[in-house]
């Protein structure tokens, strides 16, 4: 008994260690290219839409930069398929009803300071391509197209299978 103690601590003390020093090394790239989509407002309704861009141009831009070595690449791919995003958006704004109007800006685009998962990410202008829905003052949702953070798998039926190390020693500790 005591050595489970002892060594349910130690697994605590270094997943917690670990954790820690993992979420305080994550970086954005400078050469980093992101995605932003500011709905209207903050309402259910602004929200679902954003929601359903935001699912629409993940399967887009991952289709589209899947195979982007650079940024730069990167780039210039986005700039030839901005129509296609706008094609897209206006798809969805036209199948919901939506009259509110957007816009579509790729270039230098300001974003908020962040906190997530305990990683800060500092406000600035990025390299972005950034949709606005409305008059754009609801919560927005934003992430890396290239390197692609947020695109990993950007098929629809992709599942994503989370484990913790910590759970596993655990239940074979404590299953047998």
Known sequence: MKKTFVLIIFIFVFYVFISDVLAKNITIPNDAIRIRIIPNSNSSF????????????EITMYDLLKDAESSEEAKEIIQNNLELVDKDVKKILSDENYDKGYTINF??????????KGVKYEEGYYESLLITLGKGEGDNWW?????PLCLIEGEEDTEVEYKSIVMEILNKYFDN
Do not use: A, R
């Open 107 to 116: 270039g230098k685009n300001y974003f908020p300071e962040k906190e997530y």
């Open 46 to 57: 602004d929200q679902d839409i954003k929601l359903k861009v935001k699912d629409k141009l």
């Open 143 to 147: 992430c890396v197209l290239f390197p």
